[in-house]
T-cell receptor
Framework: NAGVTQTPKFRILKIGQSMTLQCTQD?????MYWYRQDPGMGLKLIYY???????DKGEVPNGYNVSRSTTEDFPLRLELAAPSQTSVYFC???????????????FGDGTRLSIL | QKEVEQNSGPLSVPEGAIASLNCTYS??????FFWYRQYSGKSPELIMF????GDKEDGRFTAQLNKASQYVSLLIRDSQPSDSATYLC???????????FGKGTKLSVKP
């Protein structure tokens, strides 16, 4: 199994451009997440999805959009890129877990994005 | 605002010593607790998870949870230079809740 695969690994964008960060998982996980990580900081949740067709905002959703048309794919769209969106973006997925336990999240290798 | 707090470090320990990493959380309803290791420039990698009060051991790693004190820790025995990384604490509620991550503690193991 490949696990969680993110593309591209690196990208430089100009201010105002748009792009889509791709994320796909082959573990049949219902739950998927997008995080950003700024230098010296923890992970901030951008958007998440609990299944195909269902998405919701996380802590820092402004400037981003997502869709979830299949269980496997969860792309993140940046519209009108801004320097503040320079960051490392991680996609993750997990099984739902039981009523009282939250299953571990499995992370992709990340996309390093610079907005100039 | 739900928060997870970690000492940013760096925590420096000699090779072979025990490294102790600590984490406190604000949400009393938290039920799931995770430790991730993150090497510089890499993605987070799951080290341990714990759901119940007490200790959970896996090789050189022990996770300790005290829900009354809202405190979770990670002990690394016989620390190796390869353990040098940033350790992220993450806390979640129930099966549906999203994880809240701390900012991480940077560990340096000196040969």
């Amino acid at each position: 199994n490949a696990g969680v695969t993110q593309t591209p690994k690196f990208r430089i964008l100009k201010i105002g451009q748009s792009m889509t960060l791709q994320c796909t998982q082959d573990m049949n996980h219902n739950y998927m997440y997008w995080y950003r990580q700024d230098p010296g900081m923890g992970l901030k949740l951008i958007y998440y999805s609990v299944g195909a067709g269902i998405t919701d905002k996380g802590e820092v959703p402004n400037g981003y959009n997502v869709s979830r048309s299949t269980t496997e794919d969860f792309p993140l769209r940046l519209e009108l890129a801004a320097p503040s969106q320079t960051s490392v973006y991680f996609c993750a997925s997990r099984d739902p877990g039981t009523a009282n336990s939250n299953q571990p999240q499995h992370f992709g290798d990340g996309t390093r994005l610079s907005i100039l | 605002q739900k928060e997870v707090e970690q000492n940013s470090g760096p925590l420096s320990v000699p090779e072979g010593a025990i490294a102790s990493l600590n984490c406190t959380y604000s949400d009393r309803g938290s039920q799931s607790f995770f430790w991730y290791r993150q090497y510089s420039g890499k993605s987070p990698e799951l080290i341990m998870f714990i759901y119940s009060n007490g200790d959970k051991e896996d090789g050189r790693f022990t996770a300790q949870l005290n829900k009354a004190s809202q405190y979770v820790s990670l002990l690394i025995r016989d620390s190796q230079p390869s353990d040098s990384a940033t350790y992220l604490c993450a806390v979640g509620r129930g099966s549906q809740g999203n994880l809240i991550f701390g900012k991480g503690t940077k560990l340096s193991v000196k040969p």
